[in-house]
């Protein structure tokens, strides 16, 4: 069984700063490429950030987040992270982490989330 979970949530006041990582297990790590999707509450989905599986990793990001979160990834340790500063009221979320296989676009994965609350 194939399980991609998150943890790191929890409340911060505004300009702090959190790390989410995403444990996967069950599936070759490596081969995934790995987005963090967020769901403000009331709204719909909101892609936040992506980063390749191949060698290198190449990332990108939503404008919303560009220069304040950074994505990476351990293979050997089979994490994603999500490191996020300069945070304030719109990243308030649920955020989660989903892994397509490379090749095989139609194998995808999603964790159940970890809710990221920016309040003082």
């Known amino acids: 069984e194939v399980l991609l979970v998150e943890s790191g949530g929890g409340m911060v006041q505004p300009g702090g700063s959190l790390t989410l990582p995403c444990t996967a297990s069950?599936?070759?790590?490596?081969?995934?490429?790995m987005n963090w999707v967020r769901q403000p509450p009331g709204k719909g989905p909101e892609w936040v950030s992506f980063?390749?599986?191949?060698?290198?990793?190449?990332?990108n990001y939503a404008d919303s987040v560009k220069g304040r979160f950074t994505v990476y990834r351990d293979n050997a340790g089979n994490t994603l992270s999500l490191q996020m500063k300069g945070l304030n009221s719109e990243d308030t979320a649920v955020y989660y982490c989903?892994?397509?296989?490379?090749?095989?676009?139609?194998?995808?994965?999603w964790g159940r989330g970890t809710q990221v609350t920016v309040s003082s």
């Open positions: 069950g599936c070759s790590f490596s081969s995934y490429d």
């Open positions: 989903n892994g397509r296989h490379f090749v095989y676009f139609r194998i995808e994965y």
């Open positions: 980063i390749g599986s191949g060698a290198g990793s190449s990332t």
